[in-house]
């Protein structure tokens, strides 16, 4: 071994990019996507508790793509809505009812590391091919990380 | 000649760690860091003394023994 590098990702990606990483994550996490009705929505929060997440690290590219894009999943009657805020940043709105703010917090911050778990993955993957590697071995280990050796250069 | 190999793990939590294996010099560099770009924030680095050896280390070694 000669170099250990840790990365923070940030993710930087368009919205199917984020569709395609939160679909995955939801997999792995309990969670399924919902229907987004925003005024179904508007209607069921008043009694929720609620707490955003802003991602600071991100950049939610529009491309073609509007700004008023939303993904909605849910677990155990708690949503999460991931959307792209005023700066461009994504943001995750976490509700439900008979939980505290910070259980959401928490619950969010899980959610959303997974998604960027699957967002990286993407990254690295793409770029590996790219770069003409060849991905000799991936597994999944016990702590839900996911590890991928690339050899052939 | 060495097995030249790139370990990468993906934490639940995002986070990413790119070990090179037996990749030496600037190379070792070189690949590392590109997947770092691509990915955002470098937050750590660690260098074992592989790093410093060259690329090219190619050593005879010869033994020459008394016989009596």
Known sequence: MSTVLVVAPIVIANWPMITAAVTAAIATSGFTSVQHHASNIAAQMKSKTRETIEVDDSEVLTDTFGTDEAIVVERDGITATF?????????????????SKSQLRAIGEDLLGRVTQQYAYHRIVSELTNRGLTIVDEEMTENESVKIRVRNW | ????????????????????????????????EALAEILGKEEGRTMTSEFYESEVHAQNRIEIRNQR
């Open chain 2, 1 to 32: 000649m060495a097995q030249e190999e790139i370990e990468i793990e993906v934490d639940k939590h995002g986070r990413v760690t790119i070990k090179t294996i037996g990749i030496k010099g600037k190379r070792c560099l070189d690949v590392a």
């Open chain 1, 83 to 99: 959307k792209r805020d005023s700066k461009g940043a994504l943001q995750i709105c976490m509700e439900g009812e008979s939980v």
